[in-house]
């Protein structure tokens, strides 16, 4: 049986602070930076700017980036965990994520420590939005980037590992 693929959140305090939201697709990492972070509010559309492809061992980086490198500064990896594609087509019939993302819209559902239940990815002319969907995971009232800032990996939050050393 096929593993399931993995996805990872990195809280990334570059230039501006984001998040790098990754699901596996095809052996990479589809990536989008996502400025606010991810919202349990269904109601509340968070800009996503799809970024580079990134390899799958990414997922498990974090540290320092050093200054003389692109997107120098500390990154923590704020959620990860495994996700299964739900996207349908017209038809009701589940299509891959690859060629889901080529058609502007993913959904799917994240299996982490802090992000549960269902997502979606889905692109504006501009952009693209993440959007919590409707379900048992969904809540209003909490914010989890506020309430949960530190590594699922090493408990640190951002700024705990900028005061560390760069990674080189
Ligand atoms: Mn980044």
């Known amino acids: 049986m096929p593993e399931a693929p ?3 959140v ?7 602070l984001h998040y790098d939201v990754r699901l596996e697709v095809d052996g990479v990492l589809k990536s989008w930076a996502v400025p606010r972070g991810p919202s349990l509010d269904p109601s509340v559309k968070r ?10 061992e990414y997922a498990g980086y974090e540290g320092v980036i050093a200054d003389s490198k692109y997107g120098s ?3 923590i990896v704020w959620d990860a965990g495994t ?3 739900l996207t349908l087509d017209k038809s009701r019939r589940l299509i891959e994520p690859a060629q889901a993302i080529e058609r502007g819209h993913l959904k799917f559902s994240l299996h982490g420590t802090k992000l549960t239940g269902a997502w979606a990815f889905t692109r504006t002319e501009r952009d693209w939005l993440l ?3 409707r379900d048992a995971a969904a809540d209003a009232d909490v914010d989890l980037t506020a309430e949960e800032p530190q590594s699922v990996l090493s408990g640190l939050t951002i700024e705990e590992m900028a005061a560390t050393r760069p990674s080189a």
């Open 131 to 133: 959007v919590k969907v």
């Open 6 to 8: 993995i996805f990872v």
């Open 47 to 56: 800009l996503a700017v799809p970024t580079d492809d990134h390899s799958i």
């Open 10 to 16: 990195q809280l990334h305090d570059a230039r501006r």
């Open 73 to 75: 500064g500390a990154v």
């Open 83 to 85: 996700y299964t594609n």
